[in-house]
DNA sequence: CGTATTTGACCGGCGC
DNA sequence: GCGCCGGTCAAATACG
């Protein structure tokens, strides 16, 4: 991985043999030797774990449809991470619909915050649903988790609807929404399939949040493309305008989060889970 | 006074 | 069958 300067070391080569930087350079040839091999070492790796990506891919894919054939109108479940202040102690989160709280359950895998149920009010008969939960581990974040489809809009009337959370300080701050894929949620029942995809609302600097989805299912799988449209979701592939707006702020927002370490943990996080979870599975059935 | 929220009771699924 | 637990209901309460 690491390469030395060739011009350099034609120099150093040409060196007196009996002089201390001739030592220097057999010393670094030794290292450029070994570093060779742990280039080849890890080349071999990477080009044994896409293999083993490509059959597990290939598994869940074959795995995804035969469940969609028993379950063929499964209802959808879609998971988020939202990060608000931590000293925030409301479970409020602003999606752009309109949520009526019908209940409040202690949970007894978090049991220092209670989880929240929410219906969606805007519209007489939409059936989505919603829970809200503080993460156990960090307080900052709230665990949402939407169950069914919406048949209306948003309240703002932009099909994507708005993320944003009740913090007026979180909002001010680089708002992530992250798919829990390997976090700590501790208590959501989330479809696990529904769960490879990291979620992200754009940074606070553009005009308005444009939520973007990174696929973390290596590729390939259409029904996952699906299930990110899922209406519990508040995204809605059908303005190509917006996408097309989306995809060119991309390498922006793309350079912005690569900035931040706390995006980067995360991300390491979800695609050693998507590498990770399907063997784990296997070993379990 | 109408609407939203809170909270204890109730129900059903699941494991033992 | 029993107990546990998550999810929902509905009466009480708060709020504008």
């Known amino acids: 991985m ?8 034609e120099i150093l080569m040409n060196m007196d043999d009996h002089t201390p930087t001739k030592r220097k350079v057999d010393a ?45 109108v499964a ?21 752009g619909y309109q949520w009526r709280k019908y209940g409040q359950k202690v949970t007894k895998d978090n049991p220092s915050s209670p989880r929240a149920y929410f219906k969606c009010s805007l519209a007489p008969r939409c059936p989505v649903k919603k829970k809200v939960q503080r993460c156990m581990v960090d307080k900052s ?21 708005q993320f944003s959370c009740s913090s007026s300080t979180a909002v001010h701050n680089n708002n992530i929404i992250i798919n829990p ?10 479809d696990i399939n529904n769960n490879d995809v990291i979620n992200i ?19 390939g799988s259409t029904s996952n493309q699906e299930n990110n449209r899922s209406a519990g979701s508040p995204q809605n592939s059908s303005s190509s ?8 702020r991309i390498e922006d927002y793309v350079a ?25 599975d296997r070993q379990n059935q």
């Open 2 to 9: 690491i390469s030395y300067c060739p011009v350099a070391l």
């Open 28 to 72: 670094l040839q030794q290292d450029l030797l070994r570093l060779r091999k742990e280039n080849e070492a890890l080349r071999f790796l990477l080009t044994a774990m896409t293999t083993k990506c490509n059959t597990l891919e290939q598994l869940i894919r074959e795995k995804n449809s035969e469940r969609n054939d028993q379950f063929p």
């Open 75 to 95: 209802q959808k479940t879609t998971q988020f991470l939202v990060r608000t202040d931590s000293k925030d102690n409301t479970l409020i989160v602003k999606d």
């Open 141 to 161: 974040l709230l665990v949402a988790t939407y169950e069914g489809q919406h048949n209306h809009e948003a309240i703002n009337g932009s099909p994507l609807g």
């Open 181 to 190: 894929i390997n976090f700590p949620s501790h208590g959501t029942s989330a």
């Open 201 to 219: 609302v754009s940074p606070s600097n553009s005009s308005r949040p444009v939520p973007i989805t990174l696929d973390l299912t290596l590729s």
């Open 241 to 248: 305008a917006q996408n097309i707006d989306c995809e060119s």
């Open 256 to 280: 912005y989060l690569t900035k931040d370490h706390n995006f980067t943990q995360a991300l390491a996080a979800a695609v050693a889970s998507s590498i990770t979870r399907p063997s784990a």
